[in-house]
């Protein structure tokens, strides 16, 4: 079982529609929760960081984090097509030093159609 | 703020030739350094961490004698890719992390073609 689990996708979903993207992880250690948004031939670009449990929210996307279900997930409303993109989940036991290492999920291809 | 510059973006070469990349935070200083390596439709796959003056740790499977990591200042961190060959050829993402409670930050990666 892979430490961190998440749907390639692809998802295609059309213009302003509501997209929910999870990631269910195995490590009860982990403490820190991101989503990154990462488009074809880019580096990774934060979207959303948490730490432990509860929800943020930013503009049109929202984080949630359920430590006891080890479930993370990401909305964004009113998607856009330039949100067409792949989106990773990554997540860290501490915050610090060589500790502070991610483990990513495999990443989930959104298209968002016209 | 908070901005990782990676350089070059794409590098051509013939094979046994040796590759620098540079990962360089602009507007803060970075403790750690991560570098991983992505595949075509992959996820990233670290390769080692650095702290700035100290050896990085390498993640298993990774050469150290291949992928020599060099972080000398506490914005700059080099991968060099020796004697490279078409297998080496790759997607190179570098990352940088302050330290404490905040989210590590990527460059743009390098796209490493080995003929």
């Known amino acids: 079982q892979k430490e961190v689990e998440q749907d390639p996708g692809p998802l295609s979903v059309p213009e302003g529609a509501i997209v929910s993207l999870n990631c269910t992880y195995s490590?009860?250690?982990?403490?820190?929760f991101m989503w990154y948004r990462q488009y074809s031939r880019k580096g990774p670009e934060l979207l959303m960081y948490?730490?432990?449990?509860g929800n943020k929210e930013d503009g049109r996307f929202t984080a949630q984090v359920d430590k006891s279900s080890k479930y993370i997930s990401l909305f964004i409303r009113d998607s856009q097509p330039s949100d067409s993109a792949t989106y990773l989940c990554?997540?860290?036991?501490?915050?610090?030093?060589?500790?502070?290492?991610?483990?990513f999920g495999t990443g989930t291809r959104l298209q968002v159609t016209l | 703020g908070a901005v990782v510059s990676q350089h070059p973006s794409r590098v051509i070469c013939k094979s046994g030739t040796s590759v620098k990349i540079e990962c360089r935070s602009l507007d803060f200083q970075a403790t750690t350094m991560f570098w991983y390596r992505q595949f075509p439709k992959k996820s990233l796959m670290l390769m080692a961490t650095?702290?700035?003056?100290?050896?990085?740790?390498?993640e298993q499977g990774v050469e150290k004698d291949k992928f020599l990591i060099n972080h000398a200042s506490l914005t700059l961190s080099t991968l060099t890719v020796t004697s490279a060959h078409p297998e080496d050829s790759s997607f190179y993402i570098c990352s940088a992390h302050m330290g404490g409670d905040q989210p590590q930050h990527f460059g743009d990666g390098t796209r490493l073609s080995i003929l």
């Open positions: 948490t730490y432990s449990s």
């Open positions: 490590n009860s250690a982990f403490q820190y």
């Open positions: 650095s702290n700035e003056g100290s050896k990085a740790t390498y």
């Open positions: 990554a997540m860290s036991v501490t915050g610090t030093g060589t500790a502070s290492k991610l483990t």
